[in-house]
C-alpha cells in the first residue's frame, strides 16, 4: 500500500468519528460552541435568539414550567438542581441557562406556589411551545457549532465542496416541516416522502382524538414527543389546544399516541436531513466491493 493510500485511510477513519464529549456538553449553553470557534457574532446571536425565544414563551407560562418537569421539583426531589428551582422540563433542558434563570426566578416551595404550578394560565398553550421551541434552537446551533468543527477537521481548501445546505438548517427547517431540509438537500422526492409519512401519522392521530391529542397540559410527557414534530405542535398550540376538552374523546389515548410516533418519525427526518446536507460535503467512502466503508 502506497503512503498516499495509507493517508487517506487515516483521514477516512478519522472523518467516521465524533467529536467527543466535550463538543456534546458545549451544545447545552447556545453559542458556546460557536465562541470556542471564534465565531464571536454568531455565538451572540445564538445566545440571544435562543434565550429571547424562551423568555417570550416563559411571560405566559412561568411557574408553570415546574408542572411540566419529569422530576418532582420540591424540596427534597430527586434531583438536585429542582431544589434550587431547575426543573428537569424538555426540551427546555437543551437551553439550559434560560431554563435556569426561568426556573429560578418564579421559584418557590411553599405549599400554595406548589399549588400554582399545576393551575392553567391564559395562554400557556403559546407560552409552553416557545419555551420548548428555544430548546430545539439550541439544539439546532449546537449541531450548527458541531458541523462547524466537523468542517474545520476534515475538510480540505480546493477539494472539498460547499454543502448544498447547512446540515444544521436542514435539521430545523425539518422540525417545522417534515421533508424541507431534505429539499435543501436535493433529495426532493425522498422529502416529499417523509413529509407525507409524518403529517399523515400525526393528522391521524389528531381526528381519531377530536384534536386534543397534542396538549401539554393534559399529557406534557407524551407532548415530549409529539414536540419533535414543531410545526404540529404550533398548530396544537395556536389552533387545537386552546379548545377545552368537556369529555374525553374515546380515541384519546389512541391519538396521542399516533402524533408522538409522528413526533419520533420526525426525529429520524431531522437527523437524516442533516447527514443529507452533510454527505453533499462529505459523501460515505466506497469499499473496493462497491459497498459503504
Not at 411551545?129 to 477537521?153: H, K, N, P, V
Not at 475538510?155 to 460547499?162: E, S, Y
Not at 414536540?227 to 374523546?249: N, R
Not at 396521542?256 to 437527523?271: D, E, S, Y
Request: contains cysteine.
Amino acid at each position: 500500500m502506497t503512503t498516499a493510500g495509507i493517508s487517506d485511510d487515516k483521514a477516512t477513519q478519522q472523518a467516521s468519528h465524533g467529536l467527543g464529549l466535550p463538543a456534546f456538553f458545549m451544545t447545552f449553553v447556545p453559542g458556546l460552541g460557536q465562541w470556542v470557534l471564534g465565531q464571536r457574532a454568531r455565538a451572540s446571536f445564538a445566545f440571544a435568539s435562543c434565550t429571547a425565544l424562551f423568555f417570550a414563551g416563559w411571560a405566559f407560562v412561568q411557574d408553570r414550567l415546574f408542572a411540566y418537569s419529569l422530576t418532582s421539583s420540591e424540596p427534597g426531589g430527586a434531583w438536585i438542581p429542582a431544589r434550587i428551582g431547575i426543573p428537569l422540563t424538555l426540551p427546555e433542558i437543551l437551553n439550559l441557562p434560560a431554563l435556569a434563570i426561568g426556573g429560578m426566578l418564579t421559584f418557590e416551595s411553599d405549599f400554595e406556589s406548589m399549588r400554582a404550578w399545576f393551575l392553567p394560565r391564559p395562554m400557556e398553550d403559546l407560552g409552553g411551545f416557545l419555551t420548548a421551541a428555544s430548546g430545539m434552537l439550541a439544539a439546532f446551533w449546537g449541531a450548527d457549532a458541531i458541523w462547524s468543527m466537523r468542517w474545520l477537521r476534515d475538510a480540505k481548501d480546493g477539494v472539498t465542496p460547499a454543502p448544498a445546505c447547512n446540515p444544521a438548517l436542514a435539521a430545523g427547517i425539518s422540525w417545522l416541516l417534515p421533508g424541507a431540509g431534505h429539499w435543501l438537500a436535493g433529495q426532493r422526492e425522498k422529502g416529499l416522502l417523509m413529509a407525507a409519512a409524518v403529517l399523515v401519522v400525526f393528522a391521524f392521530g389528531m381526528l381519531v382524538s377530536e384534536g386534543h391529542a397534542v396538549d401539554r397540559q393534559i399529557a406534557s410527557v407524551w407532548w415530549i414527543g409529539e414536540a419533535l414534530f414543531g410545526g404540529g405542535a404550533l398548530f396544537a398550540a395556536l389552533v387545537t389546544a386552546p379548545i377545552e376538552m368537556t369529555s374525553s374523546p374515546d380515541n384519546l389515548e389512541l391519538g396521542t399516541n399516533l402524533c408522538t410516533v409522528a413526533g419520533l418519525m420526525n426525529l429520524v427526518v431531522m437527523i437524516d436531513a442533516f447527514t443529507a446536507a452533510e454527505r453533499t460535503s462529505f459523501p460515505v467512502a466506497q469499499a473496493p466491493n462497491g459497498g459503504a466503508a
